[in-house]
């Protein structure tokens, strides 16, 4: 009965650290670099369960609720097999402690080029910075505009100026993030394409590029970064070969589109001919070092 | 006598953590492995304790004599209700071992628990419309997962129900006696709860950290020399998504990318076989069914994918889209 009781009470002990452990990390806003901020409302229910479950265990079963059935004085939940001091003995729970010393003790890393380099995304003959994100239906997302436009070039991202060239609008520079810079590859590429723009990212450099060039990467997270899936696009920028990888820096540039070489090798700049087929390719003018932002991952479009 | 071993075990372990320590590159992707486990667990916890509470509330609520009056006799009729129960008891594949093994104490049959089990994964309605929505509303793809993993799930828990039974499940908490008469109390329900909770956090620990050193350590690139070959697509494919070991809420957004490489068929596998046999259901099979049951599943699932998925490659899916 007395190992039963310190069971529980250890038991009890590590379901309330486990509800602590989610607070803390919601309070220290650390937590969305582990789950998307869409599930969060499931973490915080977790911690609610959990402190729920921690105060029942940590509560002693009532006397008149325990029988000696099998001789040794369990509570009678309804069981007269289970031995919890067998079956979720101290070695067992043990086990519990590990991710609660990584959640109270260390600093989560945020995913870089180190998740690449093994990744099935950068391996295949097609990398995922040549892939399109696949069009919504759904959601489509617009261009936000740049604050200096006329009202005349605020209509952009509406159909009803289609008449209106995208050289027209080279010196505008517009601010966006990589997820619906791709949306809108797919849905209004006239719009995207010979277009400025202002994005930020993380440097990935792919040993297949030049050395003028780099990926400018972001993650995008559904549920948890286990699911993370990188979307990015190939930068040519004289800063490149001076520029270390996982820097995190804002570009400026004009977006094109280029075809990757034969067999869909990615060579070096001078293999790449304007095309209308073709990976998104950004010539930067402007190159700046930027601190890792809060919220590194990008959220998929239908959320 | 067990002193021994634990020293020589902790001085192994406090050796090769030195050397990690030491090396930079191997700390960086050893803190790598450690947030992408945290990552998995916070995400599952909420799916767990789900489970354990609707584990809990079956125990509280439902009847041996309803299940007794309601469940059919017969074999294929119990599997085609094991594997439409996910519909009304929608729990994703971190909690539905619990519930599985609440239904199966009540008295449904060995076949109707273990078709919930390999299925509810995936024919439930919040997985069914994150598919929809990864998919682009596409539901023809849609009714292909579902109708995939039916088939796949049904048929071996079908086949595993005439070749085992049900000393077959292994783990005392299949068995354990129920007091029809005894009223329980709110308490003792949550007690209960706990108890299940730490049953199955243990091997959701073990696993997510099993999945997070193999997504950062293991190389794969050598998967997708395989995309042009549709056998060796789906074998890759299905390979991958047992190490990922992705939520049954998630995968459909990482198959998504994966289609623009991989053939529909072998996209298909990985929709399938990564909710009925990832790393976190191999470790709690293997647990909670005899050896020959866990081998019987774990062989007849993957096999089922496989021709299936090539099936959908060479035909199914070119008479569909």
């Known amino acids: ?303 | 006598m067990k002193f021994y071993p634990v020293l020589v075990g902790s001085t192994f372990f406090i050796i090769l953590g030195s050397k990690i320590l030491q090396n930079k590159e191997v700390l960086e992707q050893s803190a790598n492995v450690a947030t992408l486990a945290l990552s998995v667990i916070l995400q599952a916890l909420p799916f767990i304790l789900l489970g354990v509470f609707a584990s809990a509330l079956i125990r509280y609520l439902v009847r041996e004599d309803w299940i007794a009056r309601f469940t059919p006799k017969n074999a294929v009729a119990g599997v085609i209700v094991g594997s439409l129960l996910g519909l009304f008891i929608p729990v994703c594949d971190c909690g539905v071992l619990p519930v599985a093994r609440g239904l199966f104490r009540k008295g449904v049959s060995m076949q109707t628990a273990l078709a919930y089990l390999l299925t509810a994964p995936v024919i439930n309605p919040v997985v069914i419309l994150a598919t929809a929505m990864a998919f682009q509303w596409n539901w023809h793809l849609v009714g292909l997962r579902v109708v995939s993993t039916f088939l796949v799930g049904a048929t071996t828990a079908l086949l595993a129900g005439s070749v085992f039974n049900y000393r077959a499940f292994t783990d005392r908490e299949w068995h354990r006696h129920e007091h029809e008469s005894s009223k329980l109390s709110l308490h003792q329900l949550l007690v209960h709860a706990g108890d299940e909770f730490f049953d199955v956090g243990r091997y959701l620990i073990i696993s997510a950290f099993l999945a997070a050193a193999i997504q950062i350590w293991v190389p794969k690139g050598i998967l997708v020399q395989a995309t042009s070959n549709p056998f060796m697509a789906t074998g890759a494919m299905m390979l991958l998504a047992i190490a990922m070991s992705l939520c049954s809420d998630a995968d459909a957004f990482v198959a998504r990318v994966l289609a623009n490489q991989f053939p529909l068929g072998s996209v298909m596998a990985f929709l399938v076989i990564g909710q009925i046999i990832d790393l976190r259901n191999i470790i709690l099979f293997a647990k909670n069914f005899r050896l020959s049951l866990f081998i019987f599943l774990l062989v007849t699932s993957l096999c089922l994918t496989y021709v299936l998925s090539l099936s959908i490659h060479f035909g199914l899916g070119k008479l569909m889209f």
Request: with cysteine; glycine share 4%.
């Open chain 1, 1 to 303: 009965m007395q190992i039963q009781r310190r069971n529980a009470l250890v038991q009890s002990l590590i379901l309330s650290l486990f509800s602590v452990m989610i607070v803390y990390l919601i309070l220290t806003e650390t937590i969305d670099l582990y789950i998307s901020l869409e599930v969060i409302w499931l973490a915080k229910l977790s911690a609610i369960l959990l402190a729920v479950i921690s105060i029942a265990k940590f509560v002693p079963v009532r006397r008149s609720l325990i029988h000696n059935c099998c001789g040794h004085n369990h509570a009678c939940t309804t069981s007269h097999n289970l031995h919890s001091h067998k079956t979720n003995g101290l070695g067992q729970i043990a086990i519990f402690i590990i991710p609660l010393m990584v959640g109270f003790g260390m600093q989560p890393r945020i995913l870089d080029s180190t998740a690449l380099s093994n990744s099935i995304n950068t391996a295949g003959p097609i990398p995922y910075y040549a892939l399109h994100v696949p069009r919504t239906d759904r959601l489509r997302s617009e261009i936000p505009q740049p604050s200096g436009l006329s009202a005349a070039e605020n209509n952009i991202g509406s159909s009803s100026v289609k008449g209106l060239t995208p050289n027209s609008l080279n010196s505008v520079v517009k601010e966006t993030d990589l997820m619906q810079l791709y949306l809108n590859i797919e849905d209004h590429p006239e719009q995207v394409y010979n277009q400025r723009w202002k994005l930020t990212g993380f440097v990935y450099k792919d040993p297949k590029l030049a050395k003028n060039q780099f990926v400018l990467s972001r993650f995008v997270i559904t549920c948890c970064i286990v699911d993370a899936t990188p979307i990015g696009i190939i930068v040519e920028s004289p800063d490149a070969p001076k520029l270390k990888a996982d820097t995190w820096v804002e570009v400026t540039g004009l977006l094109q589109k280029r075809i990757i070489g034969e067999a869909n090798e990615i060579k070096s700049v001078h293999n790449f001919t304007e095309t209308n087929d073709g990976a998104p390719y950004l010539v930067v003018n402007s190159c700046k070092i930027v601190s890792t932002p809060q919220d590194p991952y990008l959220a998929p479009p239908m959320q």
